[in-house]
């Protein structure tokens, strides 16, 4: 029988395979290739010094600066919470661990639109807390503190859910033994837990800093769109394409874009690790139970 399903799912007609590879590389270049190349192109259409010239424009400048801002504030933020949620969620049981996993994912099902109007609902001008925060001269929309806090909001489920899974498949024996041998609660995450799941760690760390800086529906609504304040890239790629500006425009998108690329070869390597440091933690399991057995 397992012959069988093995013969029949490898060994299909060559028009089929040839068939399906085409298909997919057809795709995979109308979709993604096509496109990509298209940015650099229009980006280097006229020449090095105009996209270099539109990339330390003083506006520009300023939508760089305050994306890395950005993520210097968000990505931090989301590794304390993916950590601390991972491991309660992994570790302990307790009521609302359901409802908690829930939160989590929710970013996932909210359109980032949605999520700058819940911002803007209670921090803006007429919002909840928009008249307290106006008396004590505090301003959160249209201003720093608004985009990272919406940038936060859309980006937070990447590094639980990367550390969630990877942390119940790994078990907890290894942080037993640690503290049965005499190692305080900060000793085994820091000597245990941190080396054990740095792969996920930092996969999750590429993941969420990606998506903060090329995040667009969110920002957009909390940042007012301020030339020079309050624009982060995706914001002023958008100005300059509607005012005709394209290689300026594809000169910013092209800096999303090689983050993209980078984004996926270190993404390629750390699933490449997280899958070597996933089979040696099943093998440590398994040969720390054989070993209790006997």
């Known amino acids: 029988m397992a012959d069988s399903s093995k013969r029949t799912s490898t060994n299909e007609p060559l028009w089929v395979r040839v068939l399906l590879t085409t ?7 109308l979709f993604v290739l096509v496109p990509l190349v298209s940015v650099f192109w229009e980006a280097f259409s006229k020449g090095w010094q105009l996209y270099l010239d539109s990339l330390v424009e003083p506006e520009a400048w300023s939508a760089i600066k305050l994306t890395l801002l950005t993520a210097l504030f968000a990505v931090p933020l989301n590794l ?17 661990k359901s409802f908690l996993i829930t939160l989590i994912d929710l970013p996932f099902s909210v359109s ?3 999520a700058g109007l819940m911002y803007m ?14 008396e004590h001269d505090i301003k959160i929309m249209f201003a720093v503190p608004g985009i990272v806090l919406a940038t936060v909001f859309v980006t937070f489920p990447f590094v639980a859910r990367e550390l969630i899974p990877l942390m119940q498949a790994q078990g907890a024996d290894e942080e037993q033994a640690a503290m049965v041998l005499g190692a305080s609660g900060w000793q085994t995450f820091w000597r245990v837990t941190v080396p054990n799941i740095k792969w996920g760690l930092l996969y999750g760390f590429i993941l969420t800093n990606a998506r903060a800086m090329g995040e667009f529906g969110a920002v957009s609504v909390v940042s007012g ?5 309050t624009n982060t890239i995706p914001l002023h790629v958008e100005i300059l394409y509607n005012e005709y500006n394209f290689v300026g425009a594809f000169a910013c998108a ?7 690329l ?19 933690s099943l093998n440590r ?3 720390a139970r054989l070993a209790a057995a006997h």
């Open 285 to 287: 399991t398994r040969e």
């Open 80 to 96: 304390a919470f993916g950590v601390a949620a991972a491991w309660a969620i992994a570790r302990f049981e307790f009521r609302g």
């Open 225 to 229: 769109h301020i030339r020079g304040e």
């Open 112 to 114: 980032p639109v949605v």
């Open 254 to 260: 092209s800096l999303l874009a090689f983050l993209a």
């Open 23 to 29: 298909v997919a590389l057809v795709f995979v270049a």
């Open 262 to 280: 980078i984004t996926l070869f270190v993404k390629t390597f750390i699933e490449w690790r997280l899958a070597r440091a996933h089979a040696a």
């Open 121 to 134: 609902l209670m921090f803006g001008a007429q919002g909840w807390l928009g008249p307290w925060l106006a």
